[in-house]
């Protein structure tokens, strides 16, 4: 697998990447239906690509990045 089996909801284990790019954001361990929601109704986000390539999403991450 990808290293991923603790990350995901049991029934994502054993994905491919592409599989898990275009899963619902409700894939990743610790993402809720109400969590999904609140990110479609903000952020349009709908996908686990959308989320992991959200602008906003990758600009506090950079910025993160570089206080370190």
Known sequence: MLGLENK?????EGKSAQELADAPVIAIQGVSEGD???????????TVRDLGTNKFFRWAQS???LAE
């Open 63 to 65: 910025i993160s990045n």
């Open 8 to 12: 995901l909801k049991k029934e994502y």
């Open 36 to 46: 999904a929601e609140l990110l479609l109704k903000a952020f349009n986000i709908k």
